[in-house]
């Protein structure tokens, strides 16, 4: 399979709910990491998963946390979700950590209210 | 002051015109990327640079390590270029740091 797919693409949540968001890496690439994008703003790094272990995260919280499965898919889980958590979730993989090849999922764009 | 900082935060265009995107950063860094963002989210990576320059078809991108610059040209540009284009810095190998992005407009 090529490329990256991310789902949902859109979804709704309330204050203090929980929301897993899903990523399917592209096949072969072993390394997958998070960003979040707020509304005119740069991608913040979350963290990044390299096989199946956290291999370095940015500045959110714990309750922002991370799965990486054998079969090149992942997921972002944010609990106690808050207004400002409200953005868009990019993932990119790559077949290994730093390697030149980087490939981005289309994000899932996420509304609390 | 951001990491990385690109310049002009905005550009409209015309048709056909060479356009220059500018990124400074005050890190240091192991590569730098040049993305290319359209509307709905998807990212394309459109260049990694750790040295000197590259070239993909229209698209040109620079950079002088020794200045903490580069720069993004496009030549005879074209409306379906218009899109956010992001410089980020690799900072070892987890983690990219980004700029705020230029939003290109080229009109017809």
């Known amino acids: 399979e090529t490329g990256v797919t991310q789902s949902p693409t859109h979804l709704i949540k309330t204050r203090g709910q929980q929301v897993t968001l899903r990523c399917s890496s592209q096949?072969?690439?072993?390394?997958v990491s998070w960003y979040q994008q707020a509304l005119g703003q740069g991608p913040q790094f979350i963290f990044q998963?390299?096989?199946?272990?956290?291999?370095g995260r940015g500045n959110f919280p714990p309750r922002f946390s991370g799965l990486q499965f054998p079969n090149y898919s992942s997921e972002l889980n944010v609990n106690a979700l808050e207004l400002d958590d409200s953005a868009l979730y990019l993932c990119?993989?790559?077949?290994?950590?730093?390697?030149?090849?980087?490939?981005f999922g289309a994000g899932s764009r996420l509304t609390v209210l | 002051k951001n990491e990385v900082e690109q310049s002009p935060q905005n550009l409209t265009a015309q048709e056909g015109e060479f356009i220059t995107i500018n990124c400074s950063y005050s890190?240091?860094?192991?590569?730098l990327h040049w993305l290319q963002q359209h509307p709905g989210g998807g990212i394309v990576s459109l260049f990694m640079?750790?040295?000197g320059k590259k070239k993909h078809g229209r698209l040109i991108a620079t950079i002088n390590i020794q200045e903490k610059h580069s720069s993004l040209h496009i030549t005879a540009s074209h409306p379906r270029d218009s899109a956010v284009y992001i410089c980020?810095?690799?900072?070892?190998?987890?983690?990219?740091?980004f700029g705020q992005g230029t939003r290109l407009t080229i009109n017809p």
């Open positions: 990119a993989s790559s077949p290994a950590p730093g390697a030149n090849v980087l490939t």
């Open positions: 096949s072969g690439h072993n390394t």
């Open positions: 998963y390299y096989r199946e272990e956290e291999n």
């Open positions: 890190v240091g860094i192991s590569a």
């Open positions: 640079l750790s040295s």
């Open positions: 980020a810095v690799s900072q070892g190998a987890q983690k990219l740091v």
